[in-house]
């Protein structure tokens, strides 16, 4: 009989600390959502203390959701468990997540404290936790430098004081996997308790081994692991959840299984990357668009002759179906509303028409519409309530000539226009866009990326300007990739605090 490992999702709260990659609540809700019908356990909402947003978001999730337990992160301070308590007050199934650092080096310098005042704080905020939920999760933050010895102490002193779930984070990413495995190994042989609580994993990428070291726990006695939808996370990122499942699903000896619906993998993906605005990266393992594409000869020989001589995972097994419907201009809404519902997404009759005229226009730009483009399609009304637009941009370039662009801006109702020279048409519509913002801005990176690989492609790029002191992210989508660069240079300015 195979063991069942909890599958806790923190797409929405570790994940959305990227920078650039921040949703609003109904991008959300969304999420949520598709994290449910994935068969996600537990979904990590939020941290509620830190801003208005995040509490207003651990509620309306824990309203649209039915059956995953919702988590609320908190430090290990009254307060925040409080603000957490009030956000979860809707939830079906919730927890509170309480933590504090563990290793030397925190305690010394981020608390100024000791150890023994480190296991009375973890206590204290796991005791006051359970006066609100049941289930209590303890982070014992930097476990991974932390030596043993010593955290077992942590987590015997906070199961006995009522935590259900023990987090062992490697939040730097130090962890070698014999190292990480050998940390869970003790613990599950030298903890007292062990076995009224759950230990989980929560690794992060930053020398590439999150994945490796959290399947090196799984395999050493950890129950539950934290990870993300596309391995987003801060620096580097998180383990990927499609990482996890698939390893389980593929290395039948481990006889270890999750309740994540694989075929839904794909889609999820899709949509978080494209809500986030976080692009996909080709190579990446299970979802990149070259995980099934096989170019070498010899290779695709093989594959030909028989799938699994290359590919040990069948790509219909993760949402990728190369039988989908084929949406072009001809196409009508009942397609396009069928295939935005295979992505996860779903939306009003009055939205979806919206969508559809601009899936029309798009259609009859280019042959084949991905399902990239259809949801860059999906998210393009996130702009409708920016109070600049872009109206139009005329560019004049060459070889031997000096790019001239010309172009209207509608802010706040009012019309603008400009013209300007620049070194290439995006320099010259950029300085266009300066003429009329007047505003000290520094553009600090720009990148640009195709969904596919035709000439007709929408080009997606993502900009980060500074201003102020500040850096804001900003995102554009376009065939044409001058307008998309303009786009996502305004998307930037739109977000410039007032």
Not at 164 to 178: F, H, W
Not at 285 to 305: C, E, M, P, T, Y
Not at 437 to 461: C, H, N, P, Y
């Amino acid at each position: 009989m195979s063991d069942r490992l909890f599958i806790f999702d923190t797409t929405l709260r570790d994940g959305e600390q990227v920078p650039g990659c921040q949703l609003n609540t109904v991008e959300k809700i969304q999420v949520a959502k598709q994290l449910e019908a994935l068969g996600v356990d537990v979904i990590e909402a939020g941290f509620p203390i830190s801003s208005p947003g995040d509490f207003n978001s651990v509620i309306e999730i824990s309203k649209a959701v039915t059956w995953p337990t919702i988590c609320a992160l908190t430090r290990a301070v009254q307060k925040d468990i409080d603000v957490a308590a009030e956000a979860l007050q809707y939830a079906k199934h919730k927890r509170i997540h309480t933590g504090i650092g563990t290793s030397d080096s925190h305690i010394k310098y981020k608390f100024n404290s000791t150890r023994e005042e480190i296991i009375e704080r973890a206590v204290s905020a796991v005791k006051y936790a359970k006066r609100y939920v049941e289930d209590v999760e303890f982070y014992a933050e930097d476990a991974g430098r932390t030596e043993n010895e010593y955290l077992a102490r942590v987590v015997e002193a906070v199961i006995k004081a009522g935590a259900t779930v023990v987090n062992i984070p490697d939040t730097t990413g130090y962890c070698l996997p014999d190292e990480y495995g050998a940390k869970i190994k003790y613990l599950m042989e030298h903890v007292d308790g062990i076995d009224k609580a759950i230990i989980s994993t929560h690794c992060h990428n930053d020398l590439g081994m999150a994945t490796a070291n959290t399947i090196s726990g799984v395999l050493n006695g950890a129950r539950q692991v934290e990870v993300t939808i596309n391995g987003i996370g801060e620096r580097a990122g998180n383990t990927s959840l499609e990482e996890v499942a698939m390893i389980l699903r593929c290395h039948h000896d481990i006889h270890i299984d999750t309740n994540i619906n694989t075929q839904k993998i794909y889609p999820t993906s899709r949509m978080v990357s494209s809500l986030m605005n976080m692009p996909v990266q080709p190579n990446k393992a299970i979802v990149g668009r070259n995980a099934f594409a096989h170019s070498s000869g010899i290779h695709q020989d093989g594959v030909l002759k028989n799938a699994q001589t290359y590919e040990i995972i069948d790509p219909k097994d993760v949402g990728i179906d190369d039988n989908a419907i084929v949406l072009t201009a001809r196409s009508g809404r009942a397609a396009l509303k069928h295939r935005l519902h295979v992505l996860g997404v779903e939306m009003t009759q009055e939205k979806l028409d919206k969508v559809y005229e601009d899936f029309l226009k798009l259609a009859d730009k280019k042959k084949d519409i991905t399902d990239d483009d259809i949801l860059v399609l999906a998210g393009a009304d996130r702009n409708v309530n920016h109070h600049i637009k872009l109206e139009y941009l005329q560019v004049t370039s060459g070889v031997g000539v000096r790019s001239v662009a010309s172009l209207g801006l509608n802010i706040s109702g009012e019309h603008f226009e400009a013209a300007a020279t620049g070194n290439g048409p995006v320099d010259a519509a950029i300085k266009a866009v300066k003429q009329i913002i007047k505003r000290q801005m520094t553009l600090k990176e720009f990148t640009i990326q195709a969904i596919s690989k035709g000439s007709d492609d929408v080009g997606k790029v993502h900009m980060q300007v500074e201003y102020d002191g500040q850096m804001y992210y900003g995102f554009g989508a376009n065939t044409d990739i001058i307008a998309a660069s303009v786009e996502a240079y305004i998307d930037c300015i739109n977000k410039f605090r007032k």
